[in-house]
């Protein structure tokens, strides 16, 4: 069945397999803060618009959800900011597997590039600047977080909103902080964390 499949309708039916599963995720006791299960249509929604990075959101994210709910959306932004057949392609050279012809025509479907060389290191780099981009802003916003909370708190803060400006996918925790779909507001005028998530949003909208 698959074997008849173009790689843009691998892509489509990965994504759909990628978000349901999410939506599932976030739909268990476990991923609500107050153990009390999203609606089903709030946790579709929410794993859609992790995936696909748009930012929009129906529950607050920092209030709404658990650390597990919260790391799910993470996992799903990451997943969605990168492309999950990146990431694929990255678990299958760590495994030390070679990735086969139709997975190189995924990945070029992915990259929209034109032959098939240079594939595999394309990937490479792709990880490397993107572990690279998101650790370096992860430590920065951790340092400025670290003045207003824990240490521990900070490091978590600093990794998920690396990550979602990074990924351009406008998703905020500190709803658990200020106040609900606060975002952040209450940086407004704070030059280190505009900064560091004004160059992660381009550098990673520029890929």
Known sequence: MMAKLSPSQVMVLGFAAIIISGSL???????????????????????????????????????????????????????????????????????????????????????????????VRLVKQVVKVTILCEGIGALLLALRFSQQMPKKQAVLYGIFHSVSAFCNAGFDLFGRIYAPFSSLTTYAGDWWVSLVIAFLIIIGGLG
């Open 25 to 119: 995720l976030l739909k268990l006791p476990i991923a609500a803060a107050n153990q009390v299960p999203l609606r089903y249509l709030d946790a579709l929604f929410t794993a859609t618009s992790a995936v696909c990075v748009t930012g929009l959101v129906v529950v607050d994210t920092g209030t709404a959800l658990s650390p597990f709910g919260q790391s799910v959306v993470l996992t799903l932004i990451q997943i969605g900011g990168l492309g999950f057949m990146t990431l694929s392609a990255t678990l299958t050279i760590l495994m030390g597997k070679r990735i086969g012809l139709r997975e190189r025509l995924l990945i070029r479907e992915a990259y929209n590039q034109f032959n098939l060389a240079g594939l």
